[in-house]
């Protein structure tokens, strides 16, 4: 198993930053994706951002240029620095994370986070 820890969500005025960071703890091993997903009051909850273990990074179109996702395999540790915050980025954010076992693909979510960007 794998736990999976968020911390750095809050309130922001539109603008804004917030740094969001997740720590994975357990049967880290063998990790290949990290990443951020969000959902919104009454919404589906989407990829926000993800990176494998190998530095390739996934941006959501809306989130391209903002926000900036980064990975350090060593700490089991993935962030996401979002800058130029909007109303619209409002949700709570989830870290995942997911590895193979043989053939079988474990994911992994945490607990999620709260950012609410006022405007």
């Known amino acids: 198993q794998v736990q999976l820890v968020e911390s750095g969500g809050g309130l922001v005025q539109a603008g804004g930053s917030l740094r969001l960071s997740c720590a994975a703890s357990g049967s880290t091993s063998g990790i290949f994706v990290m990443g951020w997903y969000r959902q919104a009051a009454g919404k589906q909850r989407v990829l926000v951002a993800e990176?494998?273990?190998?530095?390739?990074?996934t941006y959501a179109d809306s989130v391209k240029g903002r926000f900036i996702i980064s990975r350090d395999n060593g700490k089991n540790t993935v962030t996401l620095q979002m800058n130029s915050l909007k109303p619209e980025d409002t949700a709570l954010y989830y870290c995942?994370?997911?590895?193979?076992?043989?053939?079988?693909?474990?994911?992994?979510w945490g607990q999620g986070t709260q950012v609410t960007v006022s405007s």
């Open positions: 995942s994370a997911w590895k193979l076992v043989f053939t079988r693909r474990d994911d992994y």
């Open positions: 990176i494998s273990s190998g530095g390739t990074t």
